[in-house]
Structure formats: C-alpha cells, structure tokens
C-alpha cells in the first residue's frame, strides 16, 4: 500500500513489459538513409519511443531565444536535431545511437544533410493511410489515371525529388511488382499485370 492506495506491481510491470516490446518491435521497423554529403554512409532511422520524443521537446524549450520568429525557428531546429539524435541509429545495430544529442550531430552533419534525414525519418513515421484518410475507391481510380497518363520526363525539381522519393517509397514496400530491381530514376512505373 502506497498513499492509501493499493499499488498492483504485477500488473504494472507486465504493461512495462509489453510497453518495451512495443517499442523494439516499433525501433525494429527502421529505414535506411545516407547524408548527401556522405553516400557512402548508411544511417538506420527508427521512430522515436514516446520519451524520446518528449526529450527532444525538452531540448527545445531549454534554448533561451526570444519570442519572435528567429526565436521559434531556432527551438524548432534544435527540436529537429535531437529527434534526429534520437532516431540515428547504427545499420549493424539499431539499439545503437549514434549520436549522444543533437550539438553532435551538427558537428559531422551539414544543414542540407540534417533536414534530408528529417525528411525522410518523418516520411517514415506519418501514420496515414486511405482507410484513415477517407479516400474513396474512386478517387484511387482517378489517381492512378493520372499517374498513367501524366508525362513523367516533365517533371523537375521539387516535384521530380518528390515523384522520385514516391516511387523510392513504392519499391522499397514491394509494391511495384516489377521483375529486375532498379535506381528510382529508371524504375518501371506499372506493374507488369498492366
């Protein structure tokens, strides 16, 4: 008894117990980056245990910057790079962070590195789907209409890195069913069936 209430400690550590497993099998599930400046490096992501994410806002709330624009987009990058801090992980290992926070994360990292890996670790972690989203059956129709019929040489820039990063994103879940693996930059775009 603890305070007057009666603490049930076996139930208690079986919800730590399960908790923890949760959080291997979600840290399981990672992606694979490497930094522009460094392709020959490959970093494991993994998404970020609930105090993981509450560290990194800690992190963020710990810079004196002022009340003003300047002051949000400062606490927002530091947010960024201790998450990221948090989610690096070793290929070999992921149980292994690389970096101990995120001051040392920017000292190996240039800023274009930093904000690719974010990119892709919240690529990885948005929890969407269509059932979740609403979208009807015809609205998929439509969609992939319009991927059929759009002309992909076309596309430059933002929207070619974004097509490209989709397609990435396809091929890696096994869902483009084409027969000899590729770069995303000649991958078939239909499936063999079509």
């Known amino acids: 008894m603890k305070g007057g209430v009666v603490m049930a400690t076996d139930l208690k550590t079986e919800i730590r117990q399960r908790k923890l497993d949760r959080m291997r099998l979600g840290q399981a599930a990672c992606d694979f980056v490497s930094p ?3 392709p020959e490096i490959r970093f494991a992501l993994v ?6 994410a509450q560290m990194a806002l800690a992190d963020a709330d710990r810079v004196e910057a002022g009340d003003n624009v300047a002051g949000l987009m400062l606490r927002d990058h ?6 990221l801090a948090f989610a ?3 290929p070999q290992d992921f149980t292994v962070r690389v970096y101990r926070n995120g001051a040392e994360l920017q000292e190996d990292l240039t800023e274009t590195d930093v904000n690719f890996i974010y990119d892709a670790f919240m690529e ?5 789907n269509p059932t979740i989203e609403g979208i009807e059956p015809e609205e998929f129709e439509a969609l992939k209409k319009v991927l059929q019929e759009m002309d992909w040489s076309e596309l430059s820039g933002r929207s070619w890195y974004a097509a490209k990063r989709f397609l990435g994103a396809l091929n890696r879940d096994e869902l483009l069913q ?9 991958m078939k775009l239909t499936t063999p069936n079509d």
């Open 178 to 186: 084409d027969n000899s693996p590729g770069s995303t930059s000649n």
């Open 78 to 83: 530091v947010q960024r790079v201790s998450q």
């Open 124 to 128: 990885m972690t948005e929890n969407s």
């Open 47 to 52: 998404p970020l245990s609930d105090a993981e």
């Open 36 to 38: 522009p400046s460094l």
């Open 88 to 90: 690096i992980r070793d």
